[in-house]
Structures are given as C-alpha cells and as structure tokens.
C-alpha cells in the first residue's frame, strides 16, 4: 500500500494556473501507474489524466487535454499536475490515485487514494 498526499490546491481565477503535487511514502512510486482525478460538488468523481509507471504513457481527459499536464519525478516520490487557463467548471476536489499495471480511467480499479485537495476557480 502507499501512502498520498496531495497540495496545491486554492482559490484562482478563471484564465489562471495552479500546480498539484501528489507526495507517496511507503512504497517506491516508479512502481505504480498514478492518476489524476476530481469530483466537482454534486457529481461524481471523475478522470483527468495518468501516467504510466515510466511515465511515457500519459492519458487526459477531453476536458482538460491542452491546458494541463502530467509529470512524474520518482526520484522524489512524487508526481504533478499543472493546470493551466482554468476554468470555472474546473471546480472540484483533486485527487492522486496509485494502481499497479497499467493506468485506465476508470475510477474503480485504482487501489490507492490521497485525501484530495480543493481548487476553486472563480469567474
């Protein structure tokens, strides 16, 4: 099992940037696929993008294709979300995730969730 922690989060405008950093211990993290994830209030959580364990294989969702990008530094164990011209409807709690194999955007067969982080884009 690993451990993930996420940060990042906050107040921004429509138009701005934040980045997520999504920090694991207790295992090594080259080891697992890792995804993005978010659930806007009232709606169910949804994909964003993942990374492959050695990080050539990079997935997002339509929504976010084009203003956010996924990276991954195992050497600090960490992996990152840079979210660029946000929208309002980016709204949401964000969540890190940990799978083995391969990444999907699926929500079920991810093993391990961080806590989420809230971002709020205002108009």
């Known amino acids: 099992q690993v451990q993930l922690v996420e940060s990042g989060g906050g107040l921004v405008q429509a138009g701005g940037s934040l980045r997520l950093s999504c920090a694991a211990s207790g295992r090594t993290l080259s080891s697992y696929s890792m995804g993005w994830f978010r659930q806007p209030p009232g709606k169910e959580r949804e994909f964003v993008g993942s990374i492959s364990q050695s990080g050539r294989g990079i997935y997002y969702a339509n929504s976010v294709k084009g203003r956010f990008t996924i990276s991954r530094d195992n050497a600090k164990n960490t992996v990152y979300l840079q979210m660029n011209k946000l929208k309002p409807e980016d709204t949401a709690i964000y969540y890190c995730?940990?799978?083995?194999?391969?990444?999907?955007?699926?929500?079920?067969?991810?093993?391990?969730w961080g806590q989420g982080t809230q971002v709020t884009v205002s108009s």
């Open positions: 995730a940990a799978k083995t194999g391969g990444p999907t955007h699926l929500v079920g067969p991810w093993t391990d």
